[in-house]
């Protein structure tokens, strides 16, 4: 398994942006295909981004999004994949999550390392 750390999260107006970022140590991440997801209180952890890791070829996007205002990139110098989050509603406040397996999927069950969380407050 992957050790993944989370951080970045807090409390955030809305209309603000936050950047989460997703580290591990020991293991490169960039053959990993790198999920984010969150889980609100009393919902489902539901996905709402994932990139490809550098192992899977494709000629088609490598990026993938529940949502238009989330960006999702890597900086394999600092073996770290970040989630930007840009005008971010009360909906948004959940506990978000990296999570790393060879492919990308909108299921959690399809992802075999997971981080700790950063909790996301979205409030004025």
């Known amino acids: 398994q992957v050790q993944l750390v989370e951080s970045g999260g807090g409390l955030v107006q809305p209309g603000g942006s936050l950047r989460l970022s997703c580290a591990a140590s020991?293991?490169?991440?960039?053959?990993?295909?790198i999920g984010w997801f969150r889980q609100a209180p009393g919902k489902e952890r539901e996905g709402v981004a994932c990139?490809?890791?550098?192992?899977?070829?494709?000629?088609?996007t490598r990026t993938y999004y529940k949502d238009g205002r989330f960006t999702v990139s890597r900086d394999n110098a600092k073996n770290t994949v970040y989630l930007q989050m840009n005008s971010l509603e009360p909906d948004d406040t959940a506990v978000y999550y990296c999570?790393?397996?060879?492919?990308?999927?909108?299921?959690?069950?399809?992802?075999?390392?997971w981080g700790q969380g950063t909790q996301v407050t979205v409030s004025s």
């Open positions: 020991g293991v490169t991440l960039d053959d990993k295909s």
């Open positions: 999570a790393a397996d060879l492919g990308c999927s909108w299921h959690p069950e399809d992802f075999g390392s």
């Open positions: 990139i490809l890791g550098s192992g899977i070829l494709t000629s088609d």
